[in-house]
């Protein structure tokens, strides 16, 4: 449970995170009930950004676990340090230790090397627990984390169960490559994040950018907006018309009509294939380019 | 958590009801907490209490998209409304109200008796033998017969126990990174310093790990074209063995559009599963349009339903009326994305027959396999294929 004040979304916004309703009462739910969040959308809608301004707005760790294919529990949670095991057994060939003393000293605290899960519930202050990316983990991992998410305790056969000292604020995020067992969507608060409107995507880009001209930011953001509802195949995220912005500043463009040679050159900002780069001709972005002006 | 006599419980409760009801997986951890943390602490403002209860009551992207309908309707006066219950209830739609479209697509037990031999263009049928021996029945009859009435329990049997049986010959493939790999396997460091100890902590005893195995993802789509109404009766059999005995499967079924036909097959009743097939299959006639419903496809479903492990089938018989460079440049955005691409044209298994269409022609060059399935023999015997891909 947390001491969290009522208005984080505009504790958010002062971290440069601007949040809609739904995503700060989801979050402040989170925070209130103890419940891990899972964050569910596109690419590049600002969901492990979230974590990020949270801990920044808890002042507390942020500990990350990146999911990926064929994560098993010794990056995950925790992993013996062999070498120092290695190590310790041959120094201790002269010592008068016998093997079971031997033993159980190689397999204790100070031997063991603390991944992030494990990291997460054995810190004095609750900190942010982000695990990034759950849909690319295998389905065995996921099962696992079950218990984690429920017990807050890890069992390591030589030492024990360690039961949490605090329980993290925990943000899982997916990109839906695959579907969530609904055991896991069922300990979880839930809230979609879709790519922010007009508004906020100003807002987001005068914050990030506090040099850039607010009429420039403002056809950035039109710009943007435009073309996600073109037919593209990989849509730009908030990250990307963030990078766009800095590039168009760093080339000093002053207005989306004044270069369209420029303009066109700087896409590679937005556009991340090659086809979507094909698709956005010169004229498609000259009419994007008008309409937003 | 209020007492029973707070007057938004009985409200609340009758809430979570209706979310039940259409479909919401809510139980009742979720009730404790919606009443004790959003009913008690409620702020008399409807979107805060809204916002609330979405991120509580929600679980999926489909939930979180038609809450926003349901909260209205209960609480703001439209009254309930129960949807997704009318449309899957099978007693709510009589034969007569199917759509004609699909009976084509069925063969019926009187028929099946018969057995007559297929009429093709193209020559008779290879391997008539076969137990599930595709036919061509008589068109009068078949028009009678209610879609659910296709489900036959030996056959089903039969048909799941081969799908189960394919999916499994692909069930594994290695992660790349262990696949390539030189070395057979890895040393299990955990083991071999336990193992070790009695020789001073010297690896002499090494212990390995084993390597991890990944399932596949077997994608399917079905023609259910005029040109294969014969066989569609077949492959939908075969299809929903995959779905319920597979977990990682999608399925789709194309004609001129595209539907995604995964859950409705995965109902383990096969007579509720095919009276929700007939529901969505409204609409549906005419000829195949599969490059169009290939770009549906990578349009809405791709991302998220294929990645390196994903197994590709098409069930068709390459007919197409749309344009061939359409399909091929589909074909080559699945590929992409997919590991491996099959087709199974029935039409292989008539003698003389050539796959010279422009569309066959035109993806015969991106696809990985290319063969014969007419009958639960000739599925069968792709078991060998599958396995190496």
Redesign the interface.
């Known amino acids: 449970m947390t001491n969290a004040t009522p208005d984080i979304k505009s504790r958010l916004s002062d971290v440069g995170y601007f949040a809609n309703?739904?995503l700060a009462?989801?979050l402040q739910?989170?925070l209130?009930?103890g419940?891990p969040?899972?964050l569910?959308g596109e690419a590049g809608v600002g969901k492990t950004e979230i974590a990020k301004s949270l801990a920044s707005i808890l002042d507390t760790k942020l500990i990350r676990l990146q999911c990926y294919?064929?994560l098993?529990a010794s990056s995950a949670i925790y992993e013996?340090n062999?070498q120092r095991?290695?190590l310790s057994?041959?120094a201790s060939?002269f010592s008068d230790r016998d093997?079971t003393e031997?033993?159980e000293h190689?397999f204790s605290e100070s031997f063991l090397l603390e991944r992030p899960l494990l990291q997460a519930i054995r810190q004095d202050k609750s900190p942010v627990l982000l695990i990034d990316e759950i849909d690319r983990a295998?389905m065995e991992f996921e099962a696992y984390l079950l218990e984690i998410l429920s017990e807050f305790q890890i069992t390591v056969p030589e030492l024990g169960t360690i039961k949490a000292t605090t329980i993290p604020h925990v943000i899982l995020t997916s990109n839906?490559?695959?579907e969530?067992s609904?055991a896991l969507?069922?300990r979880?608060?839930?809230?979609?994040v879709s790519f922010p409107d007009l508004e906020r995507e100003l807002e987001i880009i005068l914050a990030r950018l506090p040099n850039i001209e607010a009429t420039l930011a403002g056809q950035i953001a039109r710009f943007v907006q435009a073309l996600r509802k073109e037919?593209l195949e990989k849509v730009p995220g908030i990250a990307e018309t963030l990078d766009w912005a800095a590039a168009l500043c760093s080339l000093n463009i002053r207005s989306l009509r004044d270069e369209p040679v420029k303009l066109q050159s700087s896409l590679i900002c937005l556009l991340k294939t090659e086809s979507d780069l094909h698709s956005i001709a010169a004229e498609v972005t000259s009419r994007l380019a008008g309409e937003a002006a | 958590m209020q007492t029973l006599s707070h007057p938004l419980t009985t409200r609340t409760v009758g809430f979570i009801e209706h979310l039940r009801m259409n479909g919401f997986?809510v139980?009742p951890?979720?009730s404790e907490?919606c009443l004790s943390?959003i009913i008690g602490k409620t702020t008399g403002e409807r979107?805060?209490d809204h916002?609330?209860m979405?991120?509580?009551l929600?679980?999926?992207?489909e939930?979180?998209?038609s809450f926003d309908k349901l909260f209205e309707s209960y609480w703001i006066g439209a009254g309930k409304s129960r949807e997704r219950m009318k449309k899957t209830t099978p007693s709510t739609r009589t034969s007569k109200n199917l759509p004609q479209a699909w009976k084509n697509h069925f063969g019926d037990d009187e028929a099946a008796e018969k057995a007559p031999q297929i009429e093709s263009e193209g020559g008779t049928e290879v391997g008539e033998t076969a137990s599930g021996r595709l036919i061509a029945v008589d068109q009068n009859t078949r028009m009678k017969i209610d879609l659910r009435q296709f489900v036959e329990p030996d056959e089903i049997a039969a048909a799941e126990a081969l799908a189960y049986r394919l999916a499994s010959a692909i069930r594994y493939r290695l992660?790349r990174?262990f696949y390539n790999s030189r070395k057979t396997t890895r040393l299990d460091?955990?083991r071999t310093?336990?193992r070790n100890?009695?020789h001073?902590?010297t690896?002499i005893d090494l212990s390995f790990k084993a390597k991890?195995q990944?399932p596949v993802?077997i994608i399917v789509f079905l023609d259910v074209s005029g040109s294969m109404q014969h066989y569609s009766r077949f492959f939908l059999q075969f299809v929903k063995g995959l779905v319920c005995q597979w977990a990682q499967t999608d399925a789709y079924l194309f004609h001129t559009k595209l539907v995604r036909v995964a859950d409705a097959m995965s109902d383990k009743n096969s007579f509720r599963a095919m009276t929700r097939l007939s529901l969505m299959a409204e609409g549906f006639g005419g000829g195949t349009k599969l490059g169009d419903c290939l770009e549906t496809f990578n349009?809405q479903y791709a991302?998220?339903t294929l990645?390196g492990r994903s197994i590709v089938m098409i069930f068709s018989d390459g007919y197409e009326v749309g344009e061939p460079d359409r399909l091929c440049e589909q074909l080559v955005k699945i590929k992409k994305r997919a590991r491996r691409l099959v087709w199974l044209n029935p039409l292989l298994g008539w003698q003389n027959y050539q796959p010279i269409t422009a569309a066959m022609n035109a993806a015969k060059p991106l696809v990985d396999h290319f063969a014969v399935a007419n009958t639960l023999q000739s599925l069968a015997a792709i078991e060998t294929d599958l396995m190496k891909l």
């Open positions: 309703d739904g009462t989801a739910l989170a209130n009930l419940r969040l899972l569910e294919e064929g098993d013996w062999y095991q290695l057994i041959k060939e093997a031997l033993e190689i295998d839906g490559t695959r969530l609904d969507r069922r979880c608060l839930y809230s979609y037919e | 997986a139980g951890s979720e907490a943390h979107g805060l916002d609330r979405k991120a509580l929600t679980g999926c992207k939930e979180w998209d992660s990174r460091m955990r310093i336990r100890m009695k001073g902590g690896p991890p990944q993802r349009r991302k998220k990645n």
